[in-house]
């Protein structure tokens, strides 16, 4: 099966990303985290198990991995132009990663159905184990080559 492909990243251009997804976004679904940083960012967040995401860093000294509440996930911001990617937890040499959909090139409908999500009752190791059945294995993250001139 050729898998879909979601192409987006930050204003700027400094963190760019391909998510391929094993089935649509219908099926897979929008969520709203309802903690305070998802709000405040507007995030619509999608993830796939059976996907793969590729993460491309032109400048490493713009990223900013924010670490809130149980610290088991980094918030993937751009410090050049503020725009909030996705979440990235790492476990050994595996991660997975949750993106917001806002961040796509080609965003979904702001009218498209989202489900509200409230993650307040869970403790550190069940968010870890969420996280893993449900969010997107990383298959690359790397920052860009230099360009020689």
Same mark, same amino acid.
């Given at each position: 099966? !050729?898998?879909?492909?979601?192409?987006?990243?930050?204003?700027?251009?400094?963190?760019?990303?391909?998510?391929? @997804?094993?089935?649509?976004?219908?099926?897979?679904?929008?969520?709203?985290?309802?903690?305070?940083?998802? /709000?405040?960012?507007?995030? /619509?967040?999608?993830?796939?198990?059976?996907?793969?995401?590729?993460?491309?860093?032109?400048?490493?000294?713009?990223?900013?991995?924010?670490?809130?509440?149980?610290?088991?996930?980094?918030?993937?911001?751009?410090?050049?132009?503020?725009?909030?990617?996705?979440?990235?937890?790492?476990?050994?040499?595996?991660?997975?990663?949750?993106?917001?959909?806002? !961040?796509?090139?080609?965003?979904?409908?702001?009218?498209?159905?989202?489900?509200?999500?409230?993650?307040?009752?869970?403790?550190?190791?069940?968010?870890?184990? /969420?996280?893993?059945?449900?969010? !997107?294995?990383?298959?690359?993250?790397?920052?860009? @080559? @230099?360009?020689?001139?």
């Amino acid at each position: 099966m !050729t898998p879909l492909k979601f192409e987006g990243g930050c204003h700027c251009g400094n963190l760019t990303y391909v998510f391929e @997804a094993s089935s649509p976004l219908d099926r897979l679904g929008l969520r709203a985290c309802q903690c305070r940083f998802c /709000r405040e960012h507007g995030a /619509r967040n999608t993830s796939d198990p059976q996907g793969r995401m590729h993460i491309q860093v032109r400048d490493l000294e713009n990223l900013r991995r924010y670490r809130f509440g149980l610290k088991t996930a980094d918030y993937l911001v751009c410090a050049e132009c503020g725009v909030y990617i996705g979440a990235q937890m790492a476990d050994g040499d595996s991660s997975w990663m949750t993106v917001n959909v806002n !961040t796509f090139n080609e965003p979904p409908a702001l009218s498209h159905p989202i489900v509200r999500m409230n993650f307040d009752g869970e403790d550190a190791q069940a968010r870890r184990n /969420r996280r893993k059945a449900r969010w !997107t294995p990383v298959a690359v993250f790397q920052q860009e @080559a @230099a360009k020689v001139a």
